[in-house]
């Protein structure tokens, strides 16, 4: 009997301890997975033009993911204040789905989307946020210029903005400046639009020389150049 008792707490104390050893195993192991399989980024709404945090973990390498996005909105002092100032607003015209990435960390490496162009433009203004101190003291051309940013967001033109706002930063804020920030956005609109042309995406390009209009002055000879073009669904886009 004593024997039988025996071999009965030995078997108990195998199982017992097999258990506790798939057990930390699987502990450990999902702690691991967790650490170096969690994903984290920063997203950018042209449609609420703000920004939103999310956060999801996947397989390593094979990045499959295992549990749902879970999303947190993001606070920027330029762009809280620009809401709610009025200066940028929601468009309901857009697909409220639609977030451009910004940042996606993966094992603690960064990789960027091209909403990173707008982001770091506007961090770049560090913690004395001269976009700022700029559109206050600027009233009325900020009633210019942040709608154009966002505009260029809507459009997915992300790269244009840090140069857009560069030079409305370094330009003499006199009455000529809006019609040099239309005269600047005409000319990249036009100079995208023609390498959109060439790559015959001529949808998109259209679009862009339709935009480019709206910057533009009747007696301008881009404008008599770009509705030449779009009397002919045809023809090319591409300067001559």
């Given at each position: 009997?004593?024997?039988?008792?025996?071999?009965f707490?030995?078997?108990?104390?195998?199982?017992?301890?097999?258990?506790?050893?798939?057990?930390?195993?699987?502990?450990?192991?999902?702690?691991?997975?967790i650490?170096i399989?969690?994903?984290?980024?920063?997203?950018?709404?042209?449609?609420?033009?703000?920004?939103?945090?999310?956060?999801?973990?996947?397989?390593?390498?094979?990045?499959?993911?295992?549990?749902?996005?879970?999303?947190?909105?993001?606070?920027?002092?330029?762009?809280?204040?620009?809401?709610?100032?009025?200066?940028?607003?929601?468009?309901?015209?857009?697909?409220?789905?639609?977030?451009?990435?910004?940042s996606?960390?993966?094992?603690?490496?960064?990789?960027?989307?091209?909403?990173?162009?707008?982001?770091?433009?506007?961090?770049?203004?560090?913690?004395?946020?001269?976009?700022?101190?700029?559109?206050?003291?600027?009233?009325?051309?900020?009633?210019?210029?942040?709608?154009?940013?966002?505009?260029?967001?809507?459009?997915?033109?992300?790269?244009?903005?840090?140069?857009?706002?560069?030079?409305?930063?370094?330009?003499?804020?006199?009455?000529?400046?809006?019609?040099?920030?239309?005269?600047?956005?005409?000319?990249?609109?036009?100079?995208?639009?023609?390498?959109?042309?060439?790559?015959?995406?001529?949808?998109?390009?259209?679009?862009?020389?339709?935009?480019?209009?709206?910057?533009?002055?009747?007696?301008d000879?881009?404008?008599?150049?770009?509705?030449?073009?779009?009397?002919?669904?045809?023809?090319?886009?591409?300067?001559?």
């Amino acid at each position: 009997m004593a024997e039988v008792n025996r071999g009965f707490w030995q078997r108990y104390r195998r199982r017992l301890l097999i258990g506790l050893v798939v057990s930390t195993v699987t502990i450990v192991s999902s702690s691991v997975l967790i650490r170096i399989g969690t994903v984290t980024g920063l997203e950018f709404s042209p449609r609420e033009f703000r920004f939103r945090h999310f956060r999801y973990v996947e397989i390593p390498l094979l990045r499959l993911q295992l549990t749902r996005i879970t999303r947190a909105a993001a606070t920027h002092q330029d762009v809280d204040f620009l809401r709610g100032d009025g200066f940028v607003s929601s468009n309901p015209e857009l697909d409220s789905r639609n977030w451009d990435l910004v940042s996606v960390n993966r094992w603690n490496r960064q990789a960027d989307g091209d909403a990173s162009f707008l982001y770091r433009a506007l961090e770049s203004a560090g913690s004395g946020s001269p976009w700022r101190k700029w559109t206050t003291e600027h009233d009325e051309l900020a009633w210019k210029l942040w709608p154009e940013v966002q505009r260029l967001t809507e459009l997915r033109l992300y790269e244009f903005i840090p140069p857009f706002l560069d030079f409305a930063a370094a330009a003499t804020p006199d009455e000529t400046l809006t019609w040099r920030i239309d005269d600047y956005l005409a000319d990249k609109l036009l100079s995208r639009a023609e390498v959109l042309a060439e790559l015959g995406q001529s949808r998109q390009a259209a679009e862009l020389l339709d935009e480019a209009l709206l910057h533009l002055a009747d007696e301008d000879p881009r404008t008599e150049w770009i509705r030449s073009r779009r009397a002919s669904a045809g023809d090319s886009v591409t300067a001559t």
